[in-house]
């Protein structure tokens, strides 16, 4: 195991991480990293807040088929407003974590395992691992061209992802908006027996639901490592 650059990070951090402008730069970019999810979480915390108000307000509306049972409205409007209210408190808690991190980031960023066997990963991220070892011990400013070149490729890669599956995210929407204020109107007007071409939308309904947040996910997790590429280059490099 190497752990030269695990060694040297520690005395690093505890002699203050501006006496080294490259570990100076990771720890900003890890703040950053942080930062982002906290800022696009309460964000989320704020829709999904607004989304549960809208929901709770059409279920106490929706009328009753008797004490014991409800329609197909009131179901509908009860548990998409339980799914907005559990996704804006699980976002509260993603803010929580992660603005604590962007508030201290020396305390995170001095948990993370440097260490790595020199042939995992084949001659290439050695290569990689050398570079970044050197670039740290130097603490020069200047990024190496093969790091630079890392932090690049993935800047690239995940706007193009966000910008991709953002757009996916706002299509899967949109369709679970339209699919289910179809299936309601078609209960309020007939509360019958549904055909094959409701319980065909019904299943797509639901899926739609499970891609728009599933899109929500990675369109954050890309936005993330777009904005702070140092950081998940790092983890990558070093844990893989």
Known sequence: MNDELQRTLSEIIESGSQSNPAVNALI??????????????GCLVLIFAWLSIIFW????RSPKLSKLKWGFERKTYFVFGFLSSSVALFMILIVAANLSNTLN?????????????TSNGGAYKDELRHAFNEWIQSGNDNIPSIIQERFNKRIEFHTTKAIVSGIL????????????????????????????????????GNATVVLTLLMMVIVMANTQAAFAPKTLSMINLFNS
């Open 105 to 117: 980031p020396l305390h995170g960023f001095s948990s993370i395992d440097f260490s790595y066997k």
């Open 57 to 60: 307000t059409k279920f106490k």
């Open 28 to 41: 900003s970019d890890y703040a950053k990293f942080h930062a982002v999810l906290a800022i696009a979480g």
């Open 169 to 204: 995210l706002i299509l899967f929407a949109g369709l679970s908006v339209y699919i289910w204020n179809a299936l309601v109107r078609r209960a309020k007007s007939n509360a019958s027996n549904w055909r094959l071409k409701e319980k065909a939308c019904f299943i797509f």
